[in-house]
C-alpha cells in the first residue's frame, strides 16, 4: 500500500507536535486514531506494512507510546531488494559528478533541516536537543566527505608495462548493500554508511532501530528532495526476521552493522557464511587512563562529560577510569563534586544536558549493575538510582569505585549514565588492565608527558586512542572501528576504508596490437 502523504504526523497533542512545514506520513495506527504509524520507504515513497506485525515507538521523556512501527516480513524485505536492485543498473551508470551534485545537495538540505531532526530524535530517543545537533554535525561530515569520493575513485595506471601492454586499475561497486543501525543514533550511523555506499554506486537498503525509526524516515525523504532516483536508496523496518533475511538474501552483496557484541558476531557470521562482506562494529568498555601528572580538573570535567553525555547510550564513552593510586581519591572526588550539577530532563526543557534511557526495560537493566556493585565490593559513590522520576525512563548519573575485572559493572558493557573508577599501582599496571580487556573500541590518557603519551599509543591493544581527548571519534576523512571483540571483520567504517568496503578492484590489461604480428603461442605470459 502506496501513500504519497507526509513522512510524519503529529500525534494529536499528547507529545509535542513535529513541524507542521515537513511533508509526512500522515496515517493512524489501526485501532487508536492518537497514534502515528510509521511505514517504510520503497522507491521514494511511503508503503505502509500487510505483515500484521509492528512495533511500538516511546517517548522516553513520558514513557507514552507515541507511534507503531510496521514490521516487515521476508516477503516485503525481499521485495525492497528487488526495488533496490532494479535500480542498480542505470544508478551504476550514473556519472561521478551527478552524484556528487547530489550529495551536495543533500548537504544543503540536511544542514537546513537540522532543527526538525534533532527533535525527532529528541522524541524518540530521548537525547537533549544539543545532543541530537551534535550527532547531525557529525553525521553531516561524512556526507561532506562522501561528496568528495570521485577523487578515491581514480585507480591507477601503467602504461608500457610489457611491450604495447598498458595496465590499469579501477574500483566499483558492489551492487545492493544493507546498513542495520542502532538506536542510540538514529542519523549519524546511518549516515556513517549509505552516504559512501551510494556515491560509490551501490544502491542501499537501510534497516534502522525499530526504538527510533523516524529520522531514517526524514532523512530518505531529503534523499528524494535532493533528486536520488527511485529505489537507490530504501527503509525497511522490523525486527529479527528483516535481521535475519538481509543477512541472507543472494542479492545483498554487503551489510554494515553497529550495536552490541554478541549481535554483531552473529551478524558477521551469519552474513558471511552466506557469502557477503561483513563489518559489524561491537560493544566496548572504554578505558581512560589518568597519570599523576594530569590536570585533575580537565581530567575530572572530561570523565564527567564523556560518561554521561547522551545518558551514557554511546560506544565511544568512557566506563571506566583507571586512576594511579596516588591521584586517585582527589580524582574521584572531583568527578563526584560535578555530578550534582548535571541537569536531568526532557528535551522540551531547554535546561536539560542529560536526558532519558531509550525504554524502561534498559533503564532497569543499567540500573541493576548500580544496585548490584556493593554486593560485589565495589564502593557506590553516587547512587544514581536512589532518585527515581514518576515518568519517563530517567536515571540520574552513577559513580562506582573500586571497581575491579571480574565485578560485573567492570566487565559488562553497561550502556547507561555510569562510571567506574579502577585503581591501579602504575602506567604498566593500567596498560595491563587495558590491554587485557576483550573490548577494543576507544581509549584516552591524560598525561603532560608527551613521551609516555607516545608510549601509550604504541603499546595499547585498542582502536582509537585519545591523548588528552575523552571521546577520540575519527573525523570523517579517517575511519572508525574499534579492535578485538569491537569488531567483526577488517574493515573500519566509513572515511577511506568505509570507501574501499563498499566497492570493489578490477585491474584491466590492454593491447591494441597490428593483427600481421598476431600468432599462437602456448607459453605462459611475459612481460620482457
Not at 223 to 239: E, I, K, M, S, T
Not at 346 to 357: C, I, R, Y
Not at 444 to 457: C, H, M
Request: net charge neutral.
Amino acid at each position: 500500500q502506496t501513500c504519497d502523504l507526509p513522512i510524519y504526523q503529529a500525534r494529536p497533542q499528547s507529545v509535542p507536535a513535529l513541524s507542521r512545514s515537513h511533508k509526512a506520513v500522515l496515517r493512524a495506527a489501526e485501532g487508536d486514531s492518537n497514534m502515528n504509524r510509521i511505514g517504510h520507504w520503497i522507491n521514494n515513497k511511503v508503503v505502509l506494512g500487510n505483515s500484521g506485525r509492528s512495533g511500538v515507538v516511546f517517548n522516553p521523556a513520558t514513557g507514552e507510546e507515541q507511534a507503531k512501527v510496521d514490521f516487515a516480513s521476508v516477503a516485503e524485505l525481499d521485495a525492497v531488494v528487488d526495488a533496490s536492485k532494479a535500480a542498480l543498473p542505470a544508478w551504476r551508470a550514473t556519472s561521478l559528478s551527478r552524484r556528487a551534485e547530489i550529495m551536495f545537495r543533500m548537504r544543503e538540505l540536511v544542514d537546513a533541516n537540522r532543527k526538525e531532526i534533532a527533535n525527532i530524535i529528541s522524541l524518540e530517543h530521548g537525547k537533549v536537543p544539543a545532543d541530537a545537533m551534535g550527532e547531525l554535525a557529525r553525521g553531516l561530515e561524512n556526507i561532506e566527505f562522501a561528496c568528495g569520493i570521485p577523487a578515491l575513485m581514480k585507480g591507477g595506471y601503467s602504461e608500457q608495462a610489457a611491450g604495447g601492454v598498458d595496465v590499469y586499475s579501477i574500483r566499483q561497486p558492489l551492487g545492493v548493500v544493507a546498513g542495520i543501525t542502532p538506536f542510540n543514533f538514529p542519523a549519524m550511523v546511518p549516515m556513517w554508511m549509505f552516504a559512501n555506499a551510494i556515491m560509490c554506486g551501490n544502491t542501499f537498503v537501510l534497516k534502522p532501530s525499530e526504538k527510533d525509526p523516524s529520522a531514517s524516515m526524514f532523512v530518505a525523504d531529503l534523499l528524494r528532495q535532493a533528486g536520488l532516483p527511485d529505489g537507490v536508496f530504501n527503509v525497511v523496518h522490523g525486527d529479527k526476521v528483516a535481521v535475519d533475511r538481509i543477512l541472507e538474501h543472494p542479492d545483498i552483496a554487503a551489510v554494515s552493522f553497529v550495536g552490541s557484541t554478541p549481535i554483531a558476531k552473529y551478524v558477521y557470521e551469519t552474513g558471511t557464511r552466506n557469502g557477503k562482506r561483513v563489518q559489524a562494529l561491537g560493544g566496548a568498555k572504554n578505558h581512560m587512563l589518568v597519570l599523576p601528572d594530569a590536570d585533575l580538573d580537565m581530567a575530572a570535567d572530561a570523565a564527567v562529560s564523556a560518561a554521561y553525555g547522551s545518558s551514557g547510550e554511546r560506544c565511544m564513552a568512557v566506563s571506566v577510569v583507571v586512576a594511579i593510586d596516588s591521584i586517585a581519591d582527589k580524582l574521584v572526588e572531583k568527578i563526584k563534586t560535578r555530578i550534582p550539577n548535571i541537569k536531568v530532563g526532557p528535551g522540551t526543557d531547554p535546561a536539560s544536558e542529560m536526558g532519558p534511557l531509550i525504554t524502561r526495560e534498559h533503564r532497569d537493566k543499567v540500573a541493576g549493575y548500580v544496585k548490584n556493585a556493593s554486593n560485589e565490593g565495589a564502593t557506590v559513590v553516587v547512587d544514581g538510582t536512589a532518585k527515581a522520576k514518576a515518568a519517563g525512563f530517567f536515571l540520574d548519573p552513577s559513580l562506582i569505585d573500586e571497581a575491579k575485572p571480574g565485578m560485573k559493572c567492570y566487565d559488562e558493557e553497561i550502556f547507561g549514565p555510569v562510571l567506574v573508577v579502577s585503581r591501579v599501582g602504575s602506567y604498566d599496571e593500567g596498560m595491563k588492565m587495558i590491554n587485557d580487556n576483550p573490548y577494543g573500541n576507544g581509549t584516552a590518557i591524560f598525561t603532560r608527558d608527551g613521551g609516555v603519551a607516545r608510549q601509550f599509543q604504541f603499546d595499547v591493544q585498542v582502536g582509537m586512542v585519545g591523548v588528552n581527548v575523552p571521546i577520540p571519534v575519527p573525523v570523517s576523512y579517517y575511519s572508525f572501528g574499534g579492535w578485538k571483540a569491537s569488531l567483526f571483520g577488517d574493515q573500519h567504517m566509513y572515511g577511506p576504508e568505509g570507501v574501499n568496503f563498499y566497492t570493489r578492484g578490477k585491474v584491466v590489461t590492454s593491447r591494441w596490437p597490428d593483427p600481421r604480428t598476431s600468432s599462437v603461442n602456448l607459453g605462459f605470459p611475459q612481460n620482457r
